[in-house]
């Protein structure tokens, strides 16, 4: 087994590949460049990053690179699958809510005066694409922001590459990509954190070839005149979402689905939630309501080690 | 006539105690040699308290089984084989 860990996006970064062999090796040590690269494109707190420049660029087609092609072709699917509750056309109701830095240097307290952006655009029909030019049009008041979804594409995205030199897993800061069972044809362990005592793990799941990933509002979060904000923005209130739901995970075919259907999940709140997740076989899910509840989808059980 | 009969009487006499010392002889020797038999058999049986030592080649000395006595907050049973350690851990992000 080769593994590295590293810090990018905001979050401890972890690859590994059930392989011992030199070219495993050489790749692994590639995975912590490739996440350079891609926080250089999708960051929206790197000023010079490629999503920057596509945002401060509103009102005219800019061509774009392939990673930011991919994330928001795969945020289109994502607004498809959740039924447009997940859009990264949150940036502005974001920063109303003072989410304007990266966490990691968030006060605990903002003064700014906050007000609803009851507007927000579908993804699809608001920002314009030519194929042929592999070019974005972003109108004047919408700028965008993939947030989770470009770490679940990430851990994505790295899984497959590593996947030529063995069965690979890739958490990005917690949503993880896992390219297909172990060497030895054992499942994975992966814990589920307890967000009321982070140092345990409230679970431990048998994965193999999914993405998983867990959205919740027991971390980002801040006071703001009072009020207490977080990151997960309710597109039909403009506002952080008011749920039930402290933390959602959700098991699915890769990262990037389970991070739209986590994100979506705490966002309808706990009962709609788990009609959700009991409505769509391809889901599996856990969710760890604020007032200590667990809730578990009965696709949980192929999935919960024992 | 009386030099006669002294003589016989004399004869007699001989053969009487001939005979005694023969049975004398005889029933010394027979008991004489009893007893040296059983002093020799005892001394060649050998003591049941000696030690006895095995030496064993090219083989480890067995080891006697260490016996401990059973703790009260010792399980019965095991208990079932726990998850292993998760290689991660799934969580909201965080640095």
Not at chain 1, 266 to 291: F, K
Request: hydrophobic letters at 45%; proline letters at 6%; aromatic letters at 6%.
């Amino acid at each position: 087994m080769n593994q590295i860990e590293f810090h990018a996006m905001g979050s401890r970064m972890l690859a590994m590949v059930d392989s011992n062999s030199i070219p495993a090796e050489h790749l692994l040590n590639q995975v912590p460049v490739w996440f350079e690269e891609w926080e250089n494109v999708l960051s929206r707190f790197r000023l010079d990053s490629e999503l920057s420049r596509l945002n401060r660029s509103t009102g005219m087609p800019v061509a774009v690179s392939q990673t930011l092609w991919d994330v928001f072709h795969g945020s289109c699917a994502a607004e498809t699958w959740t039924d447009g509750l997940v859009r990264p056309t949150v940036l502005d109701a974001l920063l109303q809510a003072g989410y304007d830095r990266s966490f990691d240097f968030m006060p605990t307290s903002v003064s700014m005066a906050s007000s609803a952006i009851l507007n927000l655009p579908d993804l699809s029909t608001a920002v314009g694409w030519d194929e042929s030019t592999h070019s974005l049009f972003l109108p004047e008041s919408v700028h965008l922001d993939f947030g989770g979804m470009a770490k679940g594409w990430s851990a994505q995205q790295a899984a497959i590459r590593l996947a030529e030199v063995g069965p690979a897993l890739v958490d990005a800061g917690g949503d993880i990509a896992i390219s297909g069972i172990r060497s030895d044809g054992d499942a994975w362990p992966v814990g589920i954190l307890d967000p009321f005592h982070p140092d345990r793990n409230l679970a431990t799941l048998r994965l193999g070839a999914c993405g998983v990933a867990t959205s919740g509002v027991d971390y980002h979060r801040w006071q703001q005149d009072g009020q207490l904000r977080h990151h997960i923005i309710d597109p039909r209130t403009g506002m952080s979402a008011e749920t039930d739901v402290l933390t959602a995970t959700i098991i699915a075919a890769d990262a990037v689905r389970a991070e739209a259907e986590a994100k979506a999940v705490v966002i309808i709140g706990s009962r709609s939630g788990m009609e959700r997740l009991e409505a769509d076989p391809e889901l599996a899910g856990v969710l760890i309501l604020q007032n200590g509840e667990i809730l578990y989808s009965h696709t949980m059980e192929n999935f919960l080690w024992k | 006539m009386q030099n006669k009969n002294s003589h016989r009487w004399l004869d007699v006499q001989i053969v009487i105690m001939t005979l005694a010392m023969t049975v004398s002889l005889a029933l010394w020797n027979l008991f004489a040699s009893k007893n040296q038999t059983v002093t020799q058999t005892q001394a060649t049986t050998p003591s049941l308290s000696s030690p006895q030592v095995t030496i064993y080649f090219g083989n480890p000395a067995p080891q006697a089984p260490a016996i401990t006595a059973p703790s009260n907050d010792t399980p019965a049973i095991s208990a079932p084989s726990a998850a292993p350690m998760p290689v991660t851990t799934t969580r909201s992000s965080r640095p």
